[in-house]
């Protein structure tokens, strides 16, 4: 069977007439492994509210050529007690902050068990049944556990993403669902042992930007700053070239450290063009985000990236953003500014206006920070 004038799904509760699965409010509400699980056969099409592709218009990505590959910084050599090693690697963070704004970190010293026991437990929570998920069902971006689908796309009202989620506020405070049992501890630790990363990554680009190492810890009140788990689960898709994961977006904190089931489906824009991330075995994909693009003003801009879908396999990714604390009022930073003799590219916005804005009126293709720019650097 290969038409897709057949589709082989059962439409009931998703077509778009019952809300869809963006509506998990709505009577019936359904993710999409659960429409792959209601599907009569292995079926060759999906279902029409999923291809995005119409409208989003994302280009496909292309192959980065020898020189064009992204960094890989030594988190070690970051740490280490030689100051010329140090020195060394400082350098190179700066140069991936501010060439592309993605790099893998590797020696990290988080453990591989913990990244497996994480990305694992995610898994079993997104392969429960919906009636525990749904438990955790919201459209508010403010509750702590949040299970969801899709997101909303303000450009089509009836179309869907490739992709289940389960989101967790971490720090200051940290939440979990108690089920499935081991979850809630496993990811605390991982949290605590990514925010320890970024604290370090924090310093050294403080030390790159010729600030001392807490520069950017203190005026982002990060030891009280908000942290965002999200487990992506993106179904194994029929029509791969249609559907999407996650559109085009840049993220909201300071940092994202990203890691995977061993399934690629990152892309990111270098230089107008995107690319496949292919991570190093057990390294962190790391990326700067919009606030540490605001504070630096423009200088470390937030990187557009995707998250498309495959055929083949199911993949998962853990994404944490770290942020400052959500009352913290971020603007460029006016020492920045005096030293480089830039004016202002950014208005200020405290955290938790611009995370608001960010997660609820994303516009595919245009970064959040559009809304508050000033000028260009
Ligand atoms: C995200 C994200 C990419 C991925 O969750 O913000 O960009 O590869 N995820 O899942
Ligand atoms: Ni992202």
């Not at 400082?90 to 913990?114: D, I, M, R, S, Y």
């Not at 791969?240 to 994202?256: F, N, S, Y």
């Amino acid at each position: 069977m290969a038409s897709a004038a057949a589709p082989a799904f059962r439409q009931s509760s998703l077509d778009s007439s019952s809300g869809g699965p963006a509506a998990l409010n709505s009577p019936k509400p359904v993710s999409v492994k659960e429409l792959l699980d209601s599907s009569t056969n292995s079926s060759t099409a999906i279902p029409t509210n999923y291809n995005t592709s119409s409208f989003l218009n994302e280009p496909a990505a292309s192959e980065p050529d020898e020189q064009e590959s992204i960094p890989v910084i030594d988190f070690g050599l970051l740490t280490s007690p030689d100051p010329n090693q140090r020195s060394q690697a400082v350098q190179e963070l700066t140069k991936a902050c501010e060439e592309w704004g993605f790099f893998l970190l590797v020696n990290h010293g988080v453990p591989e068990n913990l990244m497996k026991e994480t990305v694992e437990a995610c898994d079993r929570f997104l392969n429960q049944t919906m009636e525990e998920k749904l438990k955790f069902a919201g459209r508010d971006v403010w509750e702590p556990i949040r299970f969801g689908t899709s997101i909303d796309i303000k450009v089509a009202a009836n179309c869907f993403l490739w992709r289940d989620f389960l989101k967790l506020f971490v720090h200051p405070h940290f939440n979990a669902p108690t089920k499935p049992e081991g979850l809630s501890e496993v990811l605390q630790e991982y949290s605590k042992r990514t925010r320890q990363v970024v604290q370090e990554l924090l310093r050294g680009i403080s030390e790159g930007l010729g600030m001392e190492r807490g520069f950017i810890e203190k005026a982002m009140n990060f030891e009280s700053g908000f942290q965002l788990f999200a487990a992506n689960l993106y179904p194994p898709c029929p029509q791969p070239e249609l559907a999407m994961g996650i559109p085009a977006h840049a993220d909201h904190g300071l940092l994202t450290i990203l890691i995977q089931n061993g399934v690629d489906g990152l892309q990111i824009q270098h230089k107008g063009k995107w690319f496949s991330v292919k991570p190093i075995p057990n390294s962190l994909v790391v990326n700067t985000a919009d606030q540490l693009d605001i504070f630096t003003n423009g200088k470390y801009k937030s990187i557009m990236h995707r998250a498309v879908v495959n055929s083949k396999s199911a993949r998962m990714s853990i994404a944490v953003a770290h942020g400052p604390s959500l009352d913290t009022e971020v603007s460029p930073s006016p020492e920045l500014m005096e030293k480089e003799g830039r004016p202002a590219v950014f208005k200020p916005m405290k955290y938790k206006e611009y995370m608001e804005l960010q997660q609820t009126k994303p516009t595919p293709g245009v970064p959040c920070s559009e809304l508050i720019r000033i000028r260009t650097p």
